[in-house]
């Protein structure tokens, strides 16, 4: 999920670890700088990818800029029980006036979420392309939120285990993209998935149930929930 900023080039190839399109290995995250960058370079292959996130790894970079790959020590997550509905969400979930999708119009999901943030956002071509191969391979997943038929919120996220990362939500109406977090959060509870790992604070996140927890205690789930 978004997390702002501006990230340069230049303090990315200052970074020691350089990745190669030949292999999939990455530096151990207690390698990775205070703010989380980890490496830079490689590619984002299926497999790299697949890699990265099941070592808690994730990329996030300017567009046009070299790959960049993180790693921050304290991770914000929500675990799926902890979602927090608030009094006037549950009204507009009774309403019935909205209704959620899991795994529909992918594509159209990451578009909107790359649209509304035109001018700041690190979804590019390259990465619509990557997670799209990555939902064909069964390991990513999205919540579409609709209204009238019409697609007005989403997110979408990476899944691999019992482990969800989330990558980005959007909202065209007020509280769609909570409508899609709550909704996710009730099917990966079904499914016993561990957390979902929002990566960065927000606000927002925290408002329904983020919270910080420490490197020791998210390696140990990421674990337990990936193998």
């Known amino acids: 999920m978004y997390y702002g900023g501006i990230i340069t080039e230049k303090r990315a190839l200052a970074m020691a670890f350089k990745l190669t399109k030949?292999?999939?290995?990455?530096?151990?995250p207690s390698l990775a700088d205070p703010d989380g960058l980890l490496a830079f370079g490689g590619?984002?292959?299926v497999g790299r990818l697949l890699s990265a996130y099941s070592s808690g790894i994730f990329p996030w970079y300017n567009p046009?800029?070299?790959l960049l790959w993180w790693c921050p020590r304290e991770r914000f997550v929500i675990f799926p029980k902890e979602i927090h509905v608030s009094r006037s969400m549950k009204r507009l979930i009774r309403a019935?006036?909205?209704?959620?999708?899991?795994?529909?119009?992918?594509?159209?999901?990451v578009k909107n979420c790359r649209q509304l943030r035109e001018g700041e956002t690190w979804i590019s071509d390259e990465i619509e392309t990557a997670y799209a191969a990555l939902f064909g391979e069964g390991y990513a997943a999205c919540v579409g939120?609709?209204?009238?038929?019409?697609?007005?919120g989403g997110l979408y996220g990476v899944a691999i285990g019992q482990c969800f990362f989330g990558e980005s939500m959007f909202s065209k109406v007020k509280n769609a993209?909570?409508?899609?977090?709550?909704?996710l959060c009730k099917v990966l509870d079904e499914h016993e998935f561990l957390f979902v790992d929002c990566q960065f604070h927000t606000?927002?996140?925290e408002k329904m149930g983020g919270r910080y927890i420490s490197w020791l205690e998210y390696?140990?789930?990421l674990r337990a929930g990936v193998r």
């Open 22 to 28: 030949t292999s999939y290995l990455f530096p151990p």
């Open 43 to 45: 590619d984002l292959s």
């Open 64 to 66: 046009g800029d070299e």
């Open 96 to 109: 019935n006036e909205y209704e959620t999708r899991l795994n529909a119009d992918f594509a159209e999901i």
């Open 145 to 152: 939120v609709y209204k009238d038929g019409v697609l007005v």
């Open 177 to 183: 993209s909570k409508l899609a977090l709550i909704a």
């Open 203 to 205: 606000p927002h996140l």
């Open 219 to 221: 390696s140990r789930l």
